[in-house]
């Protein structure tokens, strides 16, 4: 069956092509990721990284590498991936709320145009305090930089860094227009996939000296297992909101009369509340790292970086906040029940048993319902990976990737994709990739 199902793929030109340039366009993306940017030393920087996963205290390198498939211990072109641009998206959603006239201007016609491009202004903004920043924690390592002048290296780093990040943007929308799936999405899932083999490797190291114990790797295998199941299960289930239209007559047509439903996903937002607290945690992260190098900074920033740890409890307990609220506020992004109760009454619609004024009401009880769970499932899952370090002694590369966070964000994408190919698949009349049925189409 699944034979069949691929034979379909590759026979529809359009398919065939959309997968060719998402492949070509993650080649061009890994490349990039252990390409150095000029002015270091690869074989310092590698021992220095070596150095601190012996340690296992690399927990900020290892959280910067999460999301960019170790382009940041590469210190790569592509060091900082997308999650300057989904930071940048983060700060443009809050200033559409706080400033009623941004609001305005972006509900206008080609008001979505022009916040794609304040976004994109708002990229490179990040990415220059970004990449500055990384400059600094790179100066801290002995004999890492190879240029005799600081300030050279730090400008011409600012620069390749920043470029880089924009090019992975852009890359990420060619995969979005011309590919399968949400580019932006497909770049963080490459990422973390193309770290698995490395983590596994880490992981029989452990296992060979002694320090994790087969019993441990076992326990966490049927845990991995059993995340996933509980993702897939979780991202299937939703809430059917049923709505009746009633019929009325434009001109000599008849219309409504009949009975649908609105889809409310258990989970709303889906993994997105994750992915922006994990990138808006990482700007202070990086300054920290600036001013904190080796100990040498101010009092009180040495002690922040002492806490602000990705593996301590100060760091899990903001993310945990920060999920909650990002999925409150996706959600009422995404899906405002203002909007979705206003366009069922222009079109004589109304849900069983609820008054017409009282549809925005019912429809936002049903949110704030759906939204909790959902958010302490997401919240959960991402301290999933701590739990798994200090209980099973993990190395922290492993526990991240083998931990909830990678393993929703996988799945989500994977369904994604999934889902395009499946329409493509029914567009050109053959069966979807769920479906038992025969194709119904000899050619193209």
Known sequence: MAGKHIAHMLRIKELRDRLLFTFLVLIVFRLGSVITIPGVNPSVLFAHFEELARQNSNSFASYMDFFVGGAFSNFSVFMLGVMPYIS??????LAIIIFPTLKRAVEEEGGRQKMASWT?????????????AVTWYASSVPGCIVLSNMWAFRALAVLTVTTGSMITVWLGDQISSHGIGN?????????????????????????????????????????????????VFEEAGERKIPVHYAKRVVGRKMYGGQNTYIPFKVNPSSVIPLIFASSLLTLPLQLIS???RDGQGATWVTRLSAILVPHGWVYNVVLVILIVFFAYFYTQVTLNPTEIAKN?????????????????????????????????????????????????????????????????????VAR???????????????????SKGRSRSRSL
């Open 416 to 434: 994604d994709t999934m889902s395009q190919i499946e329409a493509l698949l029914r567009m050109h009349h053959h069966d979807g990739l769920g």
């Open 183 to 231: 580019g932006i999405s497909m770049i963080i899932f490459a990422g973390i996939v193309a770290r698995w083999p490395g983590a596994i490797a880490k992981l029989a190291e452990r296992m060979k000296s002694g320090d994790v114990q087969l019993l441990s790797v076992i326990i966490m295998f049927l845990m991995f297992l059993g995340i996933i199941a509980v993702v």
């Open 290 to 292: 600036m001013f904190a």
């Open 344 to 412: 069922i009454r222009e079109n004589g619609g109304s849900i069983p048993g609820v008054r017409t004024d009282r549809t925005e009401e019912y429809l936002q009880k049903i949110l704030n319902r759906l939204v909790l769970p959902g958010a302490l499932f997401l919240a959960a899952i991402a301290v999933l990976p701590t739990i798994i370090e200090n209980l099973f002694n993990f190395p922290q590369s492993v526990s991240m990737l083998m931990g909830g966070t990678s393993i929703i964000i996988v799945v989500g």
């Open 88 to 93: 940048a998206q983060i700060i443009m959603q």
């Open 120 to 132: 994109r202004m708002g990229t490179v903004a990040v990415c220059l305090i970004q990449s500055f």
